[in-house]
């Protein structure tokens, strides 16, 4: 069931919020919450039956686990250590086993020349997402920072609906004490107002902008075969904006949808392709996730805490596992490693006190982020090498027919030939019109955190959330959208 389908959106969406508030107006908040539960976990459950158990265990062992730090009497048995590596050791083996056996099985009968059967397990949705938001409750229980111990709370902070499938990675620090607050328990007709206006936004990004960026990206990554300059940049930037937009889009929705239950979810983008440099990036993009690598992975490594060879090992370390995090595939370790390198690049650059300034750093720093891309999405090397060697033109440039006595032609000589520019991809003309609308979007408009920050309840904002709501279900329901699922749905 995805935000933007008309059962979601008609159905779905409607019982929960009125049976929610319904039961809350009865005075029966304890009703409400496990309401909420409920219809989460049907929501979760709507994709594959099957895989509802592996969530629900994975809420009862964690919650229960993490009780075990409160017990003095464990003490006499296991220590508060033994505790949380068993725990850690729980989650991690679960992920592992759904998300990396076939992966694992793979490189070993590379390696041996073996021939282990696959397992060919389907990734169980949001296994990555509520699996870490619990590996962190587990280590903050570990360090004493828990208060709140209602199991109720609990599962209600795992398994929250508009966050449970792709994020943002919620803390329960900003989570919990909102759930248990009597003060989010009547409507607000400001958050009500606030949420509509923000899920509209996402659902036109998603279903009008990452979708239309969607069909030059699979015509060029996995049909073409072979792409010429300016097709394979029309590819790479396509897929920098889809990527961007889904998530977003689906983030905007999520944070819109917590509204609507007066539950305030994190920021999780911050235009991230306006950085000027690499660790700028990571600041602005994909915020929560980076949040939880520093505090849980790259802290604990020793940060910044030892010598500047240490740091660097433990950036290269901690950006390894973010690109294992994200796929099953040596790609997704490649593209982990990039960036590791490049923040590796970017503080001994700070170091020797070289500064770049301006559009050049942002040039350099975006072109780093859209090359990168392109091994996060390739299915293959091959595809990767597809696009790459067109970018650097070693797949042909053709320029189209009007340049060919142009000095654009004098200066190029006979690396060129002319026709159809897009003949593999499109139309040109409506490929640079949208790359356009991007680069104008991500670059000069506000994002939605500054939109909410400055958000009035009237006539002009709920005129934009018709608009844009009304223009996406008009775009789904006559069959020129494609109802594709949110690329994140995948990690």
């Known amino acids: 069931m ?47 039956l099957a895989y ?14 993490s009780l075990a730090f409160l017990l ?14 068993f725990g850690l050791a729980a989650n991690i083996i679960l992920l592992g086993y759904f998300k990396y056996a076939d992966f694992f099985i793979d490189n070993i009968n590379i390696v041996t020349n073996g021939s282990i059967p696959l397992l060919h397990l389907a990734l169980p949705l949001a296994i990555s997402f509520f699996t870490f938001q619990q590996i962190a409750y587990l280590v903050d229980s570990y360090r004493g920072l828990i208060k709140e111990n209602s199991f109720l709370n609990y599962a209600l902070f795992v398994s929250f609906f508009p966050q449970l499938i792709a994020g943002p990675i919620v803390h329960h620090s900003s989570m919990m004490p909102q759930f248990a607050s009597h003060w989010n328990m009547v409507k607000d007709y400001r958050n009500i107002a606030l949420g509509i206006f923000i899920f509209s936004i996402g659902l036109f990004k998603k279903v ?40 977003s889009g689906y983030i905007d929705m999520a944070i819109g949808l917590g509204l609507l239950f007066n ?33 849980y992975i790259y802290i604990p490594l020793g940060g910044n805490r030892g010598t500047r060879l240490r740091t660097y090992i433990n950036l290269g370390i901690t950006f390894f596992i973010v690109g294992l995090w994200h ?18 690049v970017f503080k001994v650059s700070q ?42 033109g070693f797949s042909g440039i053709v320029l189209p027919y009007e340049y060919k006595n142009s000095w654009l032609s004098s200066l190029l000589e006979n690396s060129v030939s002319y026709g159809d520019s897009m003949v593999h991809i499109g139309d040109m003309s409506t490929v640079l019109l949208w790359i356009m609308f991007g680069f104008i979007v991500t670059l000069v408009f506000k994002n939605t955190s500054e939109m909410m920050q400055t958000f009035k309840q009237g006539i002009a904002e709920s005129l934009i959330s018709a608009f844009f709501v009304f223009y996406s279900l008009l775009y789904l329901f006559f069959g020129k959208g494609v109802q594709s699922e949110f690329i994140y749905f995948n990690f």
């Not at 909420?36 to 459950?45: D, E, K």
């Not at 796929?327 to 590796?344: D, E, I, K, P, R």
């Not at 040039?363 to 650097?392: C, H, I, P």
Request: glycine residues 4%.
């Open 208 to 247: 009008i902008i990452a979708d239309s960026f969607a069909l030059w990206v699979t015509t060029g990554f996995d049909h073409a075969s072979v792409l010429t300059l300016f097709e394979a940049w029309a590819t790479s930037l396509s897929y920098t904006f889809q990527l961007y937009f889904d998530f």
């Open 52 to 65: 509802l158990p592996i969530l629900i265990g994975s809420i009862v062992f964690n919650y229960f686990l």
């Open 351 to 392: 170091q020797l006190n070289i500064k770049l300034f301006g559009i050049f750093s942002w040039f350099l720093t975006f072109n780093f982020v859209n090359f990168t891309w392109v091994f996060f999405r390739a299915e293959n090397w091959e595809d990767a090498f597809k696009v790459l060697s067109g970018m650097f």
């Open 2 to 48: 995805l935000f933007y389908s008309f059962e979601f959106l008609f159905i779905f969406l409607p019982i929960s919020f009125f049976g929610y508030f319904f039961l809350l107006h009865l005075k029966r908040p304890v009703f409400a919450k496990i309401f909420l539960v409920l219809v989460s976990l049907f929501f979760y459950s709507w994709w594959n």
């Open 263 to 295: 539950i305030r979810l994190p920021q999780n983008f911050n235009s991230p392709y306006k950085a000027r440099n690499i660790q700028e990036f990571w600041r602005r993009w994909h915020i929560t996730l980076s949040l939880f690598i520093k505090e």
């Open 72 to 85: 003095e009497k464990n003490r006499l048995y296991f220590s508060d250590k033994a505790i949380l590596v």
């Open 327 to 344: 796929g099953a595939g040596w790609n997704f370790v490649l593209w982990g490693t990039l960036h590791g390198v490049a923040l590796v």
